[in-house]
């Protein structure tokens, strides 16, 4: 069994970290043991790959200046897993595979993965500007490059990336781990001391410029203002009462008594499993696996015209524009105006699409018509 090594930005919780960690602890690490680099040194999610088994070293990278310094590691580090494969996963990850592929000493396959669209340079902060001009650069270097969307190789090829070798592999979804809406119903109400009956829309998210929280809360306060009373829970990094901005935010709406910040969680099936509706307010999205996590679990979602959204939500849920508060708390209603059998019947069509289309398997499937050397014949 050859060895896969993952180069991440950080372990942070977010989609693209439990998408390697879905990768790494599924039946592909029968075919390549996973490693896992993190250029951050951000516990997060650490911990979940450490109880998997699956080996974890941080390099500690801050800031650009210390490349001198973690660079030599870093290379000490390729040279003793000995990766058959090296796998960037973000921006920043793919430029140091890249640097760890052309200077380890080994030449292992390399490949890029994009979870990332950048789509208005003003939502791009000054750091990531330069590496993706970096990037750019680099793209050249890669035997493969997996794209989670078709709209994020779009913009990255607008940008000059090359994309002969590039492909689109959405992140996959473990279906057989689900949980029970019912007991997660009952348990996430208590913990929120409010009955189980209460229409419950949520969203976990960040509190970064690219998930638009300010427009979320916008459509929260035309919701509330028109008579909605349906609870909200908005869970992920930011999202909690230490934030320097949410807190005076939330306390300006209608009915913030009705909105539950949670901060960071390590539950989100469960929190998933107990939502009436599942939403993202998005400026930009390459596939966001907590729509897909929502889908698998027969909830269905409101959700922004950003990146792969409307193509894989589809008819199973509500699509409106990027940055319209009002269209969004116009389909949250519309959508809890509906009976619960009719709202039942939506999550499963969506949980239907999410099996035939973006299961763990499917995409186990697609890595290993990837990676599979080429054939004598071909």
């Not at 052309?102 to 208005?120: D, I, Q, S, Y």
């Not at 916008?218 to 909605?228: K, L, P, S, V």
């Amino acid at each position: 069994m050859g060895n896969m090594l993952y180069i991440i930005t950080s372990l942070s919780v977010g989609g693209a970290q439990k998408a390697l960690l879905n990768l790494a602890t599924s039946a592909f690490s029968d075919d390549y043991k996973p490693h896992v680099i993190a250029l951050v040194d951000v516990k997060g999610m650490q911990q979940q790959f450490v109880d998997a088994g699956i080996p974890v070293q941080m390099l500690g990278l801050n800031r650009f200046k210390q490349l001198p310094w973690l660079l030599p590691r870093l290379l000490r580090l390729v040279r003793a897993i000995q990766p058959e494969f090296i796998h960037g996963w973000m921006h920043h990850g793919n430029v140091f595979a890249t640097l760890a592929w052309m200077f380890a000493g080994c030449r292992p396959v390399l490949l890029w993965g994009m979870h990332h669209t950048p789509e208005k340079a003003t939502l791009e902060r000054a750091q990531h500007a330069l590496v993706l001009k970096v990037g750019r650069w680099l793209s050249r270097f890669p035997q493969h490059i997996v794209y989670v969307s078709r709209r994020s190789m779009q913009r990255h090829a607008e940008l000059g990336y090359v994309t002969t070798q590039a492909q689109v592999i959405a992140n996959g979804i473990p279906l057989r781990h689900l949980q029970q809406a019912a007991e997660a119903r009952a348990s996430v109400c208590e913990e929120l001391g409010i009955p189980v009956n209460t229409c419950l829309v949520g969203s976990l998210t960040r509190y970064v410029p690219e998930k638009d929280i300010p427009n979320l809360l916008q459509a929260i306060t035309y919701y509330q203002t028109n008579g909605g009373d349906a609870h909200f829970l908005l869970a992920g990094e930011g999202m909690d009462a230490q934030h320097p901005v949410l807190p005076s935010l939330l306390a300006r709406l209608p009915a913030p008594e009705n909105v539950h910040v949670l901060g960071v969680r390590t539950d989100a099936e469960r929190l998933i499993a107990a939502l009436d509706i599942a939403t993202l307010s998005s400026q930009r999205e390459a596939f966001p696996l907590f729509l897909a996590e929502a889908m698998a679990a027969g909830v269905p979602c409101v959700a922004t015209d950003v990146g792969d959204i409307a193509e894989f939500v589809a008819d199973t849920g509500l699509i409106v524009p990027a940055g319209d508060a009002q269209a969004l708390a116009q389909a949250w209603a519309a959508l809890l105006q509906q009976s619960n059998v009719q709202r039942h019947a939506l999550g499963q069509q969506a949980q239907q699409r999410v099996a035939a289309c973006y299961s763990l398997d499917a995409v186990i499937q697609s890595y290993r018509q990837l990676l599979a050397p080429p054939s004598i014949n071909s």
